[in-house]
Structure formats: structure tokens, C-alpha cells
T-cell receptor, first 111, second 114 residues
Framework: GIQVEQSPPDLILQEGANSTLRCNFSDSVNNLQWFHQNPWGQLINLFY???GTKQNGRLSATTVATERYSLLYISSSQTTDSGVYFC?????????????FGSGTRLSIRP | NAGVMQNPRHLVRRRGQEARLRCSPMKGHSHVYWYRQLPEEGLKFMVYLQKENIIDESGMPKERFSAEFPKEGPSILRIQQVVRGDSAAYFC????????????FGPGTRLLVL
């Protein structure tokens, strides 16, 4: 099956810093989503981005489908950005529609 | 428009008891997925259902676990004779279409087996 790898596994930053999180996947995909799991365990959809670039406030994401990677950018980090960021993909040629999650990047923003 | 709803949010069971987890998809969504998240790990796919049909259960343990999505009412994930290793967060997601569509996740049910 498709492999999804995220890097770095852990990231500690000071408030106000910028960060880039990476997601590599091993096969072509129909769909790619970025999620934020906050410290209370809630999963929040950030982006649905099978290709191209999207921006939402301080967050933006870019997926280069032909090179099988996606990047999540967080600018001017705030303490509320802390948590785990997951990349999840739906493999092309899959009729089952299950999505495969990476192992996540744990982000800690220090005040 | 309410999002995906799950209940209970927290469930405590003793070994050997049954756990029933409920999921109501977003209005208009007929595709439901269940995922399990063990502590300090990512989410793992368990089962994909449409109304009255199990489409893909390749991620679900063969024993003790079952899922249904009846014509009326919520989807149910049922775990019989729970063991400590079943302690995890169980997330439900729903989507409007089957393929290439955003999945929206519920808040999860945190199961603790004593």
C-alpha cells in the first residue's frame, strides 16, 4: 500500500517563528488533506489539497502531485498552533476511499 | 449545519464488557469511515460503510469488532469483550461522495478499558 512519511517528527519553536512541515507519499493520490490535532485531541481539517497551493490566514499548503510531496507552511506561529499535524492521502485507483495517515509532526510553540 | 457527531465522547469499560460507539454523519453524507488512534500514534483506517452496506473492512480486527450503518440512525462500532489493548480514540468521518472527497471528522470517542 501507499506509504506516507512526515518530517520532522517533532518541532519546537518560539512564538512568532515560521515553520515548514513536509509530507512525502509513495504513489499517486486522489486526495490529500492536512489536519491539526489540538492538545485536546480534536481533529481539525486545514486543507483539502490534492494539487496546487492554498492559503488560509497564516497557514498555506502546496502539493506537487507529480513529485509526490506536500508542504504545510505556518507563519508567525502562536501557542495555539501547538499540537500534531497530520497529512492524509487517498490513493488513486482506490475504490475503497479509505485515507492513509502519516505519523504526524508534533509542533510545540513556546511563548 | 451540524458536523459529524460522536457519542459518547468518553467511555470507560472493564475487560470483557461491550463497547458501543455511535456516529452521526454530516447531513446529506452517506459515506462513513471509522479510524482508530492508539496513544502517540497516527490514525489507522478500520472500516468504510455506506447505508446498510460494509464496503471495506480491511482495517478492522477479525474478531470482537463489528460495524453497521443502518438505513435509519447512526453508524455503530461495536467492540465485544474489550481488552486493555482496545483503549484508544475512535474517530468517525463522513463524506458526500465516495472518492476524492474531503472527509470530515467527528470529535472522537476515547475508550478506556480498565
Amino acid at each position: 500500500g501507499i506509504q506516507v512519511e512526515q518530517s520532522p517528527p517533532d518541532l519546537i519553536l518560539q512564538e512568532g517563528a515560521n515553520s515548514t512541515l513536509r509530507c512525502n507519499f509513495s504513489d499517486s493520490v486522489n486526495n490529500l488533506q492536512w489536519f491539526h490535532q489540538n492538545p485536546w485531541g480534536q481533529l481539525i481539517n486545514l486543507f483539502y489539497i490534492p494539487s496546487g497551493t492554498k492559503q488560509n490566514g497564516r497557514l498555506s499548503a502546496t502539493t506537487v502531485a507529480t513529485e509526490r510531496y506536500s508542504l504545510l507552511y505556518i507563519s508567525s506561529s502562536q501557542t495555539t498552533d501547538s499540537g500534531v499535524y497530520f497529512c492524509a492521502v487517498e490513493q488513486s485507483n482506490s475504490s475503497a476511499s479509505k485515507i492513509i495517515f502519516g505519523s504526524g509532526t508534533r509542533l510545540s510553540i513556546r511563548p | 449545519n451540524a458536523g459529524v457527531m460522536q457519542n459518547p465522547r468518553h467511555l470507560v469499560r472493564r475487560r470483557g464488557q461491550e463497547a458501543r460507539l455511535r456516529c452521526s454523519p454530516m447531513k446529506g453524507h452517506s459515506h462513513v469511515y471509522w479510524y482508530r488512534q492508539l496513544p502517540e500514534e497516527g490514525l489507522k483506517f478500520m472500516v468504510y460503510l455506506q447505508k446498510e452496506n460494509i464496503i471495506d473492512e480491511s482495517g478492522m480486527p477479525k474478531e470482537r469488532f463489528s460495524a453497521e450503518f443502518p438505513k435509519e440512525g447512526p453508524s455503530i462500532l461495536r467492540i465485544q469483550q474489550v481488552v486493555r489493548g482496545d483503549s484508544a480514540a475512535y474517530f468517525c468521518a463522513s463524506s458526500l461522495l465516495a472518492v476524492g472527497e474531503t472527509q470530515y471528522f467527528g470529535p472522537g470517542t476515547r475508550l478506556l478499558v480498565l
